[in-house]
């Protein structure tokens, strides 16, 4: 034990690990999977727009120091739609490395109207079934040849949205609010729980992300409407969520340095969540 290699180059190495991002075609998604392909793992995304992941993997592969990105076309928001990713995956890889399961949407409606369809049932096929199924699906493959000292990987993609109940602000329009993004995000939350538990005994780790504010196209409302003076002003830290933030978060979780770390749920949001809770100031009587 004390002669372990504790160098950084040995405890954060990712290279040659095979990984599938889904979602990776925009937003953090693409930034983690970047983060990935620039440290020299072979990274396979996913996601709905083929000419936006033609894109992605152009942009990706200007960076990659090892095997090239690939990328799939897949529609998670049903049962159907992950099995046909993680059939297709099996047909090109053997071996799974580090799931990231960051596929998601939200829907913002009226409170007296909020829509059933659009608004519940597609948030939480997309955000919370898909993540079984997709964990699930790809079991096998994330445990073949993983010991405890070098486990599979599962990260989840969760929210702050998941631990603060706000649903009306400034990433929704007037009178709007994201009912069921909240609810989805906080079942993403116990969902990694329930598979970290489910899935030690097989050498898997299973870690959720709670990222804040990041610019994407989930963000891209509330920054063309509110605009960056007033999102900032909830920023204690001064600015949002950048790509080195969400890419070495997900680096330490799939490497060495992370392999007897499971269950948790981290948040990156540079302290956002206390705003709400910061003492009015003093009133002069």
Known sequence: MSGQDLSLTSLFRVQGKIVLVTGGGSGIGKMMATGFAQNGAKVYIAARKEKQLQEAVNDINKVATGAKAQYIVANLNSKKGCDALVEEFKKRESKLHVLINNSGI?????????????????????N???????????????????????????????????????????????????????????AVNHLTSSLAIKL????????AILPGLFPSKM?????????????????PSGRYGQPSDIAGLALFLSSPASAHVTGTHTLLD?????????????VKL
């Open 106 to 126: 939200t829907w913002g409606g009226p409170y007296e109207n909020f829509p059933e369809e659009k608004g519940w049932d597609n948030v939480f096929a997309v």
């Open 128 to 186: 919370v079934k898909s993540i079984f199924y997709m964990t699930a699906g790809l079991t096998e493959l994330l445990a073949e040849d993983s010991t405890n000292a070098d486990p599979g990987r599962v990260i989840n993609i969760s929210s702050t949205a998941s631990v603060d109940p706000s649903a009306e602000g400034h990433l929704s329009a007037d009178g709007n609010g994201t009912w069921s993004y909240q609810p989805s995000k906080a």
């Open 200 to 207: 030690v005994s097989r050498n898997i780790t299973v870690n």
């Open 219 to 235: 963000t891209a409302f509330g920054f063309s409407t509110a605009g960056d003076e007033v999102l900032l002003q909830s920023q």
């Open 270 to 282: 540079g302290g956002s969540r206390y705003m709400a809770h910061a003492a009015a100031p003093a």
